[in-house]
């Protein structure tokens, strides 16, 4: 069982940068792809961007594609999320989750573990 905690959520301008991040525990970190996804009032959870397990491949969703940047430290057990030029639309409630090797994980259905989000509100 893996117990995740997000921190780095706040309210922003628009054009302002924030960092997420993810601390993991009670679980092999380093087995585990990880992904952050968002859920705005009225709408789904949606991924926001995703990294495999080595980090030799990321995935994003295209409204974030060169604005944010996934990493994570395996050393640390620790994902990180750096956004940047935050648009009033990003505003959600940002979740990190874990994916089990093996399986999907670039689909909210591939993830098996949560935090509990952290808010972030970007004002125009």
């Known amino acids: 069982q893996v117990q995740l905690v997000e921190s780095g959520g706040g309210l922003v301008q628009a054009g302002d940068s924030l960092r997420l991040s993810c601390a993991a525990s009670?679980?092999?970190?380093?087995?585990?792809?990880m992904g952050w996804f968002r859920q705005a009032p009225g709408k789904e959870r949606e991924i926001v961007a995703a990294?495999?397990?080595?980090?030799?491949?990321?995935y994003y969703v295209d409204s974030v594609k060169g604005r944010f940047t996934i990493s994570r430290d395996n050393a640390q057990n620790t994902v990180s999320l750096q956004m940047n030029s935050l648009k009033p639309e990003d505003t959600a409630v940002y979740y990190c989750a874990a994916a089990r090797l093996g399986r999907s994980w670039t689909r909210n259905s591939g993830y098996d573990y949560w935090g509990q989000g952290t808010q972030v509100t970007v004002s125009s």
């Open positions: 990294i495999r397990w080595n980090a030799d491949s990321t």
């Open positions: 009670g679980g092999t970190f380093s087995s585990y792809a």
